[in-house]
């Protein structure tokens, strides 16, 4: 009851409340931060100011200006979230409506050829472990995060129990794969632990990966849009559907709760679509 009685200001003692609820909930540490973000930017709009209908419609309105819509929609989720927890339901506020895109960019899409020249630049380079890194991720359709799970023990058995936002399921890595993993730890001297790690041998930071990544281009001859690790997670998707084409199962391989997130990785290119209305002949005349 005392969370009816008190004034609706965003307190640090609330925020704090709430994060430690997000905790328990198992939320994915990434996700918390996020929701956090998205609080602590309703709290600088507020200024002290009592959460209101009227003032959350205005803070909507000025994220509207500044953000993307899907960037919107996730700061509305979180503050909503909030609003349940606080049982001060009657605040809530409407997401965006957003159409889904039919066809992604043809500018952020990144081909097989292009991915090729990334792997191939970096062996060039001298980068051996990011070669591995980037054909992990591309072969099983993992996330960034979850390179933590490819272990020398999964390596052996051909398979890893992969973590992530509550959830677990199995991994299967190529033979391929197995063997170039297995020659990489020989030749590091390890035969055990995590795969991937840095000099001090702690797990990756994905925005090591994503520095590493960025400069590869100039020399492969990609753009800087194409090249962060979660494209090479929708490049798996694409492919993987385009020899099986069964949402269901890539879903599960994914990671997907919901269907239609899968259903966005999958989406085709304009240039895509163009040629397949070229290939149907419709036209008689």
Known sequence: MWKRRKARVLTRERLSDYEFFLREQEKAGNTVKKYMQSLASLRS??????????ALIEWKEELVREYAPASVNAMIAAVN??????EWTDCRIQPLKIQRAIFRREEKELTRSEYARLVKTAEKMGKERLALVLQ???????RVSELQFITMEAVRCGRAVVR?????????LPK??????DAYMREQNRRS?????????KKLDRSNIWREMKSLCEEAGVSEEKVFPHNLRHLFARTYYSLEKDLSRLADI??????????????????IHRAQL???GMIIT
């Open 45 to 54: 709009h507020l200024a002290g100011a009592p959460i209101t209908k009227a």
């Open 81 to 86: 979230s909030f609003l349940n927890f606080m």
């Open 136 to 142: 992990t991720i591309t072969s099983t359709g993992i």
């Open 164 to 172: 992530c936002k509550g959830k677990s399921r199995e991994v299967f």
């Open 176 to 181: 391929k794969l197995c063997r170039c993993l």
């Open 193 to 201: 632990g995590l795969v991937f790690v840095t000099k001090s041998g």
């Open 254 to 271: 994914l990671g997907h709760t919901n269907v239609a997130t899968t259903r966005i990785y999958t989406a085709e290119s304009g240039t």
């Open 278 to 280: 070229e290939r149907m």
